[in-house]
């Protein structure tokens, strides 16, 4: 089809035609060789062709494959990675979460030790004025003890039955 009309063409072009008189018969079957040939030779040309289109069709399929492995792969992990991301999300909440309450908890803290140092302090304060007040007791209670003994003294001085002892 195509390429008979090119042959024509080239038969045309390069002087020969069927159609003159002057042809013999021996020129006629050269003619038909050489058509011939020329078909032939058009012929493993398309052959190659469909052949080389083939591999290649075949090599586009197998590309096309390859992609599309890698193409669901790909959006296997990007679903993957969408899940852990989430996860992630949700355990940064309850993260973030628990440190608000702790960050309470410890100012909650922080104000019952504060309440607590005041206590003690009170306490240590406390203990302190009890321990002046002791010592001063203990002090008293000497000074008592003394003058009870200075008193005694005096009064074996006046009693005149003990002043031969006192002597």
Known sequence: MMGSGSHVQAIKSSGISSYTASTTDCECEEEVVSLASMVEKIMKNLRLGISQLRRSLEESRSA????????????????????????LEDMDK?????????????????????????ACELEVEAGKKEVEERGK????????AALEISNDKLKLKEDPRCTNFLM
């Open 64 to 87: 096309n494959e390859r992609l599309q492995s890698l193409t669901q792969k790909q959006a296997q992990m990007i679903e993957d990675n969408t899940l852990y991301i989430k996860e």
């Open 94 to 118: 309850v993260l973030t979460q628990n440190v608000e309450e702790l960050l309470m908890e410890i100012k909650e803290i922080e104000a019952e030790v504060a309440r607590w140092r005041e």
């Open 137 to 144: 007791l203990q002090e008293l209670e000497k000074t008592k």
